[in-house]
């Protein structure tokens, strides 16, 4: 009777302490990603890419707000957000406070879901079903936000196209609405990238292939996105349970090849996920996923 019992008690205890675990002590263990990116013309200096996706900052989380603002001190060349920035009514001014020294470098972003609604309680199998009913939160402020982050000159690439030059390398970017919410336009900013541009860059939140398709058609060399949490609960040898979108688990999170080198895309294109630095307030949980930003560093080609 006692090794019988004993079993389901092991098995309540470890239960138990990997839910303390994924979401007291992972869930804050905030972590920055590196990759290297071969994307600019052959003898370019490298040029490197922070991008921060899926904050979902509430005003009340100190430790991460301060964790981004110190990636100041990377340093890098440009700073990208790909949206889901908020999670309450009152998260803009902590989230501008986290971004504010980011916002002294040229940077671009889009907004997503999650800055348009505020999260609301929700069934965790629904993310198991390919299609399911949306229930919307209440309108978050997102005007404050995207507008705090164009005073900085940072440019909004909701829908829009644009142009950056950073010490000396021309980027030419586009990006669209979240694909989540029906809301992306590629009809916007459509069209051949810019072909005298150094390198071509893609955003849209949601990873969904016929975006990312429509793209590489077009001629990106690189396409950042994030949405996916990385699975935010990942088995071990197995990997994220779900995506939450149209993309499969191999490309749930960080840098892979999208597409191979085509008379479109003569380069190939290269695709980066981001697995997000938070939650939603109402599944305040990770494993096997630790929050993260990342820092692409674009490096050469090699000639031919």
Not at 141 to 148: C, F, K, N
Not at 269 to 281: D, E, I, K
Not at 284 to 302: G, N, Q, Y
Request: net charge neutral.
């Amino acid at each position: 009777m006692r090794a019988t019992t004993a079993v389901p008690a092991a098995l309540l205890a470890t239960g138990a302490a990997t839910v303390a675990y994924a979401g007291l002590v992972e869930r804050t263990h905030w972590t920055l990603r590196r990759f290297d990116v071969p994307v600019l013309p052959p003898g370019s200096r490298p040029l490197r890419v922070l991008q921060l996706s899926d904050l979902h900052m509430t005003a009340g989380q100190h430790s991460k707000q301060a964790w981004v603002a110190g990636l100041a001190a990377l340093h890098p060349d440009v700073v990208i957000t790909t949206g889901d920035n908020l999670a309450g009514m009152d998260a803009v001014p902590a989230a501008l406070r986290a971004l504010e020294p980011l916002m002294e470098l040229p940077g671009a972003f889009v907004l997503a879901s999650n800055d348009y609604f505020a999260p609301r309680p929700k069934n965790p199998l629904k993310y198991f079903k390919t299609e399911h009913k949306r229930v919307h939160g209440d309108e978050l402020p997102w005007r404050e936000l995207r507008d705090g982050m164009t005073a900085r000159g940072w440019l909004d690439l909701t829908n829009h196209t644009g142009t950056l030059t950073v010490r000396g390398v021309r980027i030419a970017l586009a990006g669209v609405d979240d694909p989540h919410l029906k809301l992306d336009r590629y009809d916007d900013v459509a069209g051949p990238a810019d072909p005298t541009a150094d390198v071509r860059i893609g955003l849209v939140h949601s990873p969904e292939p016929r975006v990312l398709d429509r793209f590489t058609a077009d001629g990106y060399d690189l396409l950042l996105c994030g949405h996916t949490h990385g699975g935010q609960l990942r088995v071990p040898f197995y990997g994220a349970l779900v995506t939450n979108c149209g993309i499969d688990r191999e490309h749930v999170r960080w840098l892979h090849r999208w597409a191979e080198p085509s008379a479109a895309a003569p380069n190939g294109t290269w695709l980066h996920v981001s697995a997000g630095l938070g939650t939603s307030p109402y599944a305040p949980v990770r494993f096997a996923c630790p929050p993260e930003a990342t820092l692409l560093t674009l490096v050469a080609r090699t000639a031919g």
